[in-house]
């Protein structure tokens, strides 16, 4: 049996595809800082670019960027575990004690319609008790686990805090000569399509990144002034991190929201606090949904809704708490490639010779 030139071609680039997914596979835990360390410099690059310009060595300018990032990191983290370590000793304490009070109006009241009906406070507070006190080292260690760089949480975390840095500052110094090498193993005659798609997904990409650091920064001011006006004394670390939470679609929110009434319940201990809190955060919602999103990032990468929470499932599922961050601009650019194969298949012999058997002459693609 002999195979047509495109035959054999087509099964050398399966066999190729198939070694490096095989190679990619292989080398996962290790990928991982770097593959993180190419979104930080994607990021930054275009403000070392700027800097340069105005004859700022590439490699200061490189070095501020990334230092300003890490910075930025670490203030995050250091307003937002405080807070959940303060938290999470009160609510070990008062929830039972806000389940009791819970009790005297919700028994009183299901008794007149027949109804046997009472919060077990003691499970309650034995299973808070299990979860704050008893299993810390757990918490921490699923963690970790979950950022999956390594063979073990130690390797996760100094492979994310020492390592990507210092890869992301060696690409930033070499980007242009490193994109420019990628770009001469392309074979000719494909260069100039590669060339259109790598425009079109850094469009995509740069309207996508600008577009949610503006949210991002809005709705971080918006939150804390908004919980400021409710009284709430953790405003400030809250209102931030749920600001920038938003990053991850659903998921930064929601846990934004747990925490905000999680403090209110402890430190209003009434409805009219929570039912504030809420407030807030609906009108939040409704503020990035139907104007901030739609205004500063448009319609430009058109994810479907459920295509934003399979994204979400499938690279959190992957690559864990690391595949939720980069879930949506990885989607984005897997959104120009699906795009680029659908067009390409409707221009395609195989759609127009089907297209024109019902009806005597091929459609038009849309």
């Known amino acids: 049996m002999t195979f047509t030139p495109t035959q054999t071609r087509a099964a050398v680039w399966a066999s190729l595809a198939l070694a490096i997914g095989w190679l990619l596979s292989l080398l996962a835990p290790v990928l991982m800082p770097f593959l993180l360390a190419m979104v930080v410099a994607y990021a930054l690059h275009p403000l070392v670019e700027r800097w340069a310009l105005r004859r700022v060595p590439r490699w200061l300018g490189a070095g501020i960027a990334i230092s300003l990032l890490m910075l930025v990191l670490l203030a995050v983290v250091l307003l937002i575990v405080p807070v959940i370590t303060a938290q999470l000793p009160l609510l070990r304490d008062q929830v039972p004690a806000l389940l009791d009070r819970a ?57 994310n805090l020492f390592l990507m840095p210092i890869v992301a500052f060696y690409l930033l110094l070499d980007w242009d000569s490193l994109v420019q090498r990628f770009k001469d193993l392309i074979p000719p005659r494909w260069r ?34 908004g919980l400021a006006l409710t009284g709430l004394k953790l405003a400030l670390p809250i209102g931030v991190f749920t600001g920038l939470a938003v990053f991850v679609p659903y998921l930064g929110f929601g846990l934004g929201l747990v925490l905000a009434v999680l403090a209110a319940l402890l430190q209003f201990q009434s409805l009219f606090g929570v039912v504030a809190v809420l407030a807030v955060y609906g009108i939040g919602q409704v503020l990035e949904s139907l104007y901030l999103t739609p205004r500063l990032l448009g319609e430009r990468i058109g994810l479907h809704p459920i295509a934003v929470i399979f994204a979400l499932l499938a690279f959190g599922h992957l690559f864990g708490f690391v595949g939720v961050l980069i879930a949506l601009p990885a989607s984005a650019v897997l959104l120009v490639a699906i795009r680029r194969a659908r067009t390409t298949y409707l221009n395609s012999p195989l759609y127009r010779e089907s297209a024109s058997d019902g009806s005597g002459r091929p459609d038009r693609p849309d």
């Open 103 to 159: 009790n005297e109006f919700i028994v009183p009241l299901a008794a007149r319609f027949g109804i046997d009906l009472q919060i077990d406070t003691a499970q309650v507070r034995e299973w808070l008790k299990q979860v704050v006190t008893g299993h810390e080292s757990q918490l921490i260690g699923g963690l970790l686990s979950s950022l999956r760089i390594g063979g073990s949480a130690l390797a996760a975390v100094i492979g």
């Open 192 to 225: 100039e399509r590669v060339q259109s798609f790598l425009d079109e997904t850094d469009e995509v990409l740069g309207q996508y990144l600008r577009g949610q650091l503006m949210v991002m920064g809005l709705l971080a001011v918006f939150y804390t002034v």
